[in-house]
């Protein structure tokens, strides 16, 4: 599955464009982790749980983004974005999507891995 954040894909046709999708995951902190976090946030520096927790979040919607396009048929994304939302101060949601398509390498062009 190609992704890519641009609207098109060089050395590429976009033949079918099957419609947007997402990859969605919601998450909620866990008790230990948000008084770390109040700590941490008081002295400065990192929130290495937090930034931890939303890498894993990112990487899961974006497989489920993945997953939903190749269930439509598409082999491609194009103008993909992740978009994050805190909820309460307790958790957050992820959500990743794009508009999935079939494209086609222009004649000149092998196919890359």
Do not use: W
């Not at 099957?18 to 700590?39: D, Q, Y």
């Not at 999507?97 to 222009?106: D, F, I, K, R, S």
Request: proline share 4%; glycine share 14%; net charge neutral.
């Amino acid at each position: 599955m190609i992704i890519v954040t641009t609207n098109d894909l060089p050395g590429y046709r976009i033949a079918h464009t099957f419609g947007e999708c997402f990859g969605l995951t919601v998450r909620s902190r866990h008790l230990g982790s948000n008084i770390g976090a109040g700590f941490k946030a008081m002295a400065g520096g990192e929130l290495k749980g937090i930034t931890t927790l939303l890498h894993e979040c990112r990487q899961e919607a974006l497989s489920r983004l993945s997953a939903e396009a190749q269930q439509r048929g598409a082999n491609a994304v194009v103008a993909f974005r992740f978009e994050t939302t805190e909820f309460g101060g307790t958790g957050i949601e992820v959500c990743a999507y794009g508009t999935a398509v079939g494209v086609e390498p222009l004649q000149n062009n092998p196919p890359q891995a």
